[in-house]
C-alpha cells in the first residue's frame, strides 16, 4: 500500500553545535558544518510545549569580517528575518515564535501533510561560511540540533534516534521531519516495521501504509511522526528507515519527548540532522556522557546487508541494511565522563549516541556521531561563550578526540583566561590512532588549535540542565559516485571517485584489493554480477577509507536462503526456520512471492515477515515489490512431528515474480532436518535414550566407535535392530538378557530417565560378540537304531557341526548371512541325548549315571541297559552358546533288546 501526495513536510534542523537542557538535560549532538546555506526541516512534539516552548537559532562564523544572514520560512522567498553583522566578534541570536509555530514546530494538524510555509533555509549574502544551532526547552526538557550546511543534502539517508521506551506512553513520539531543495521532487519513506502507524493530523494512527511515497518542491517540507501509544511497533519500528529521493533533500530526526531506559517514568528531548548515506563511515570514537549506565549507549545503524560491528577491536555482532544494535556501555574504557570507546565497522553506518548529562534518569539525550578520519580539520575557532545557555551561566568543558601522532604539546586549548593546561589523554582501546581529552571549568570563547587532525565536542551543566554539541567536517570525505555508463549496473558499471586531489588511489571489492586498480575509477570485469567496493587514498601521510556502494547486476537476481536453529531434533520440538530474500539486481521486480510448504512431519505454527504478509491457506509469503539491495526476513515457528524411527525432513523454498530471475546469484532454498523418534517406545526420545531398542545393551557398545554401525546391511543400525546379525536370535538374549516372551526387548518392570530398561536380569553386561556374528548349526550324520541282546553295550552317535559368519547378502531391508563361505566347526556346540521310555510319551534329557554315559557328548554310551529298555526311542538335541536360540534335533532311533536265548 502506498500514499501518494503531492508535497511533503519534514523537519530537518542545522544547529551550531550547542545542546540545550533545561531541568532534564537532553545531549543531541551532531557535527556542526560551516556552510553558506543552511536548511532546517520542522520537526513535531506530541503536544505543544510538552518538550519544546522557547525556542532560538544561533549563528557564529570564523569569519572577522561581517556579514548579512537571511531567514527564508518554507518555500517563500520573502525573507523571513534578516540579520546583520554576523562576524567572529559578533555571534547572534535569533529568538523562534514560542511553540508550535509552524516554522521549526508543527502542529498537529499540519503533520502527516505537505507544508509550503514551514521550515527554514538560512543562508549568507556573500557566500560566507557560518555554523546555525537551534535550541529549544521548556521547564523540563532541553533539545539541541546543530545543521549540516551543504553537507545536509542527499538523496538516501536512514531514520535516526532512540526507541521509546518510557513508561509514560501517551507522552512519547519519534520524529522525521524532510525539506526539498529543488523542484518536483519525489521521496520514498520505506523499510519500517509493517505495523507502525504515523500521525496524519489529529488521528495519530492515520498513515497506516507500508510504504509512504511523496512529491515535494522547492522549500515544501513533510513531517512525520510515531506515538508511541498509537502502536507497539512506533516503540523502534521507525528506527532505520529509508528515506529516498530523486533529488537532494535534507532532514532532521529523533524524538521530542523519549526514553532509552525500559520500565522509567521519565523522557526527554533528543534530535538532530544527520547526513546522507554517501558521507558518512565506518570509523567512530565515542566520548561518554555524565549519565547513568544505562542510558550512556551508542546506536549503530547499517545502511547495507551483513554490516560487522567491531567494538574495541574485537567482533562482536552483523546486521543488515535498517538493522540497528544498541551497544552496551560497558564497553566504554570507565563509567565516568569522559570515557571513550572505538567502534569500527565493515561497511558504512550511521553512529548516533545516547547519554545524559547527569546521572539521573530524565537527564538523557541524543548526539548524532561523525566518523573519524585523518583528513578532519586541525583548528576550530570557535565555541562562542561556552558557558552562557540564554542567559544561564553553565560549567563548560570540551572534549577533543585527537591523532596519537600529534604531540600533546601541540594540541592548544584557550578560553578567555588564555591557554589552558590539558590533561593526560586517554588513549582508546582497539585503535593505535586516537586519543581523547575531557577538559572542564571552561569560559568564555573556547578555541582549539593543533598540527594534526582533532574533532572536538563540548558539555555544558547547570543543575539539571546542559549543553552538549558535536564539532566535525565533511569537507574533504571522498565520494564515490556510480558512473551512468551501462545504467551504473554489472556488467559494464563504471565507479569513479568525485571529489579528486588525491595522492593515490586503491580500489577494494569484497573487503579485497583489486590488484592494478590504481587510478580514480574502476570498471569491474564482466563476470562480477555483484560487488561491494571502497576506495582507499592517501593525502601526504593520511590514508582514508571512503563509504562503500553496491553494484548490482542488470538483469534480476533473488537470492534466496534457508536456514534452521538447528540440525536435529526430537519429536515435539520447536523448530523455527529463517528465510531470507535480497534483490541483487538493479531494477525493480515486482509481485515477489516466496512458496514455503512445510513438508510431512512438521505442524506449521507461525510466519512472522519482516516485510509483506503471510498467506497461511496458500504458505506463501506476498513481498510485492523489491528494489536492488533490498532484503528482507521471514521467520517460520513450526513443531515437529513424532516418527516412530529416525528420518530426515527435507524443506524447499521456491520464488515467483513479474521478471525472470536471472540466479546470477546461486541460491541456499533447501534445508534437511534430522529427526529422532522414540523408537523403542519408552517415552525416551532417541536423543538421549541410552539404549534406544531397549535390547539390554547399550547404544554405544552395539556401536563400539562406529556410528550407525549396521552389521547386517539390512538399513537398521545396529543400536536400533534388535537382531543385528539376523540370525534369527535377537541380541537381548544373545547379549545374557532374559527375553522370556522373545519379542528382543529385555524383560523388566520399566525404564529409567535414560530409556534403560529396569527390573530386567542379565542386561548391561556387554556383549558376547554373538550378537553380530550370524551361527548356525547342522546335524551331519544322523544317528541309527540299535539292536542288542541283553548284557551288551550300545553306542549312539551323530556328526554335527556350527556355521558362523559376518558376511551378508540380498538388498536392504532383506539380508542374509552368507555361510557359504564359512568353515565348520564344532565350537560352541552343545549337546544333550534324550530319552522317550517304551518310544512313547514325553522325551527327558539324560544325565550320566546308571546305564548312560556321556549323555552329553556327540556319542551316548548305554552300558547293559535292561530289557525293560528295550522299545526305548532316543535322539539327539543339538544347541549352540553362539546362538542361544536355535537347536538341532536329529532323527529318532530305536533300542530293541533281545533276550538271551535259554
Not at 19 to 25: G, H
Not at 657 to 668: G, K
Request: charged share 15%; proline share 4%.
Amino acid at each position: 500500500m502506498f500514499i501518494n501526495l503531492h508535497n511533503s513536510q519534514k523537519s530537518s534542523r542545522k544547529f551550531y553545535f550547542l545542546l540545550f537542557l533545561i531541568s532534564v538535560l537532553s545531549l543531541p549532538n551532531a557535527y556542526a558544518q560551516l556552510s553558506d546555506l543552511h536548511y532546517l526541516p520542522p520537526l513535531k512534539q506530541v503536544g505543544d510545549g510538552t518538550a519544546v516552548r522557547e525556542q532560538a537559532i544561533y549563528l557564529s562564523t570564523p569569519e572577522t569580517n561581517s556579514f548579512t544572514v537571511t531567514l527564508y520560512r518554507g518555500n517563500s522567498n520573502v525573507p523571513y528575518a534578516t540579520l546583520q553583522n554576523l562576524s567572529n566578534a559578533n555571534s547572534i541570536t535569533y529568538n523562534l515564535p514560542d511553540g508550535d509555530n509552524n516554522i521549526s514546530l508543527v502542529t498537529d494538524n499540519n503533520t502527516g501533510n505537505v507544508l509550503s510555509n514551514s521550515g527554514l533555509r538560512i543562508e549568507s549574502s556573500g557566500g560566507e561560511k557560518f555554523y546555525v544551532n537551534y535550541r529549544g526547552r521548556q521547564p523540563a526538557q532541553a533539545v539541541s540540533l546543530t545543521s549540516k550546511g551543504r553537507k545536509a543534502m542527499g538523496k538516501k539517508f536512514k531514520w535516526g534516534g532512540i526507541p521509546l521506551r518510557s513508561t509514560s506512553t501517551n507522552s512519547q513520539s519519534a520524529t522525521l521531519g524532510i525539506m526539498a531543495t529543488e523542484n518536483n521532487t519525489s521521496i520514498t519513506i520505506s523499510g519500517y516495521h509493517q505495523n507502525c502507524v504515523f500521525r496524519q493530523g489529529t488521528n495519530n494512527a492515520g498513515i497506516t501504509a507500508n510504504q509512504i511515497t511523496i512529491t515535494l518542491d522547492f522549500g515544501e517540507s513533510y513531517v512525520l511522526e510515531a506515538v508511541l501509544d498509537a502502536a507497539a511497533a512506533n516503540e523502534d519500528g521507525w528506527l532505520g528507515a529509508s528515506i529516498e529521493s530523486d533529488k537532494d533533500i535534507v532532514i532532521s530526526n529523533g524524538g521530542l519527548l523519549n526514553m532509552i531506559l525500559a520500565n522509567s517514568p521519565s523522557r526527554d528531548g533528543g534530535i538532530d540532522q544527520p547526513v546522507p548515506e554517501d558521507i558518512i563511515g565506518r570509523e567512530y570514537v565515542f566520548v561518554r556522557g555524565n549519565g547513568l549506565s544505562s542510558m550512556e549507549k551508542p546506536i549503530i545503524i547499517a545502511t547495507q546487508n551483513n554490516t560487522d560491528i567491531n567494538i574495541g577491536g574485537n567482533y562482536v555482532t552483523t546486521i543488515n541494511n535498517g538493522d540497528y544494535y544498541e551497544v552496551s556501555s560497558a564497553y566504554y574504557s570507565g563509567n565516568s565522563v569522559g570515557a571513550n570507546m572505538y567502534i569500527n565497522t565493515s561497511k558504512s553506518v550511521y553512529a548516533y549516541q545516547a547519554l545524559a548529562g547527569a546521572a539521573t534518569e530524565p537527564t538523557g539525550g541524543l548526539n548524532f556521531i561523525a566518523p573519524v578520519n585523518c583528513l578532519m580539520p586541525k583548528v576550530l575557532d570557535r565555541i562562542p561563550n561556552i558557558r552562557d545557555v540564554a542567559g544561564l551561566p553553565f560549567n563548560g568543558g570540551v572534549t577533543i578526540i585527537a591523532s596519537t601522532s600529534t604531540p600533546n604539546g601541540n594540541i592548544i586549548v584557550t578560553d578567555d583566561n588564555g591557554p589552558v593546561t590539558l590533561p593526560a589523554p586517554i588513549n582508546v582501546a582497539g585503535t593505535n590512532d586516537w586519543k581523547t581529552f575531557y577538559i572542564s571549568g571552561l569560559n568564555g570563547d573556547v578555541t582549539v588549535n593543533s598540527s594534526g587532525p582533532i574533532s572536538v565536542g563540548f558539555l555544558g551543566f547547570s543543575g539539571a540542565a546542559g549543553i552538549a554539541g558535536y564539532f566535525s567536517g565533511f569537507d574533504t570525505a571522498p565520494i564515490i559516485d556510480l558512473n551512468i555508463t551501462n545504467g551504473g549496473c554489472l556488467p559494464g558499471g563504471t565507479i569513479e571517485e568525485a571529489t579528486g586531489n588525491f595522492d593515490s588511489y586503491k580500489w577494494f571489492m569484497n573487503g579485497q584489493e583489486i590488484q592494478g586498480a590504481t587510478s580514480s575509477s574502476y570498471t569491474p570485469p564482466a563476470n562480477i554480477s555483484y560487488a561491494e567496493i571502497f576506495l582507499r587514498v592517501t593525502q601526504g601521510t593520511c590514508e582514508f577509507d571512503s563509504n562503500s556502494v553496491t553494484l548490482y547486476h542488470c538483469n534480476p537476481d533473488i537470492v534466496l536462503n534457508k536456514s534452521a536453529d538447528a540440525t536435529f531434533f526430537n519429536a515435539g520440538d520447536v523448530v523455527n526456520f529463517d528465510i531470507s530474500v535480497e534483490s541483487r539486481g538493479v531494477n525493480q521486480v515486482t509481485n515477489v512471492v516466496i512458496s514455503d510448504n512445510l513438508p510431512a512431519g512438521l505442524t506449521f505454527v507461525s510466519a512472522s515477515p519482516s516485510h509483506g504478509t503471510w498467506s497461511t491457506t496458500n504458505s506463501e509469503w506476498i513481498i510485492g515489490s523489491m528494489d536492488a539491495g533490498d532484503l528482507h526476513t521471514l521467520n517460520i515457528t513450526a513443531t515437529v512431528d513424532s516418527p516412530a524411527f529416525f528420518s530426515t525432513i527435507t524443506n524447499t523454498i521456491t520464488n515467483t515474480q513479474d521478471q525472470i530471475d536471472s540466479n546470477n546469484t546461486p541460491d541456499d532454498p533447501i534445508e534437511v532436518l534430522n529427526i529422532f523418534g522414540d523408537i523403542d517406545g519408552d517415552g525416551i526420545q532417541d536423543s538421549v535414550d541410552l539404549d534406544n531398542d531397549n535390547d539390554g545393551i547399550l547404544d554405544t557398545v552395539e556401536e563400539n566407535g562406529v556410528s550407525n554401525r549396521d552389521t547386517d546391511g539390512d538399513g537398521t543400525p545396529d543400536y536400533l535392530d534388535l537382531d543385528s546379525d539376523n540370525d534369527g536370535c535377537f541380541d537381548a538374549s544373545e547379549s545374557g538378557g532374559v527375553d522370556a516372551n522373545s519379542d528382543g526387548v529385555l524383560d523388566g518392570t520399566g525404564y529409567d530417565s535414560d530409556g534403560k530398561v529396569t527390573g530386567g536380569t542379565g542386561g548391561y553386561n556387554g556383549t558376547t560378540g554373538n550378537e553380530i556374528e550370524a551361527t548356525k548349526i547342522q546335524i551331519d550324520t544322523e544317528p541309527s537304531s540299535a539292536e542288542i541282546c541283553l548284557g551288551e553295550e550300545v553306542l549312539f552317535a551323530s556328526i554335527s557341526s556350527s556355521l558362523s559368519t559376518t558376511v551378508f547378502t540380498g538388498v536392504p531391508p532383506t539380508t542374509t548371512p552368507d555361510y557359504s563361505i564359512s568353515t565348520e566347526t564344532t565350537n560352541g556346540l552343545q549337546y544333550q541325548w534324550e530319552v522317550q521310555l517304551g518310544g512313547t510319551g514325553s522325551w527327558s534329557a539324560i544325565t550320566n549315571g546308571g546305564i548312560y554315559s556321556n549323555a552329553t557328548t556327540a556319542e551316548l554310551s548305554i552300558t547293559n541297559p535292561p530289557l525293560s529298555a528295550s522299545s526305548n526311542k532316543y535322539r539327539l538335541v543339538l544347541t549352540s552358546t553362539k546362538n542361544v536360540c536355535t537347536e538341532a534335533i536329529s532323527s529318532e532311533v530305536l533300542l530293541t533288546i533281545n533276550d538271551l536265548p535259554v
